[in-house]
């Protein structure tokens, strides 16, 4: 690289530099970090918050799921139970179908 090149790079790079913010100090690049940083940590508390969240419902929804299963097995045994009941014994008449006249009533 000539002397020439070089200078015109120089130049370019320091216009570049010129053109930066006159904010950008190394306490305030320092603040601005600080408060990213902050921000990024209560993101992450917030999410760790709603993923236990979310862990606690899920164990919730399987408790109820589970819950829910026994009690639709009990409830079919149950129904099971009195239809066996109901097919081994012979139907028997029904008080207001019962008459001393025989079936039709007039004999």
Do not use: C
Not at 19 to 30: F, I, V
Not at 56 to 82: C, G, H, P, W
């Amino acid at each position: 690289m000539d002397e020439i090149s070089f200078q015109d790079k120089m130049n370019q790079i320091l216009e570049r530099i010129r053109e930066l913010p006159a904010s950008t100090s190394t306490e305030s690049a320092a603040d601005s970090a600080e408060a990213r940083r902050a921000r990024v940590q209560t993101s992450i508390n917030e999410l760790q918050d709603a993923l236990d969240y979310l862990r606690l419902s899920v164990k919730y929804l399987v408790f109820d799921l589970e819950a829910t299963r026994r009690e639709n097995a009990y409830l079919r045994r149950m129904i099971e139970q009195s239809n066996r009941e109901r097919n081994q014994k012979p139907e028997e008449p029904r008080d207001d179908e019962r008459s001393d006249f025989g079936s039709n009533g007039w004999e």
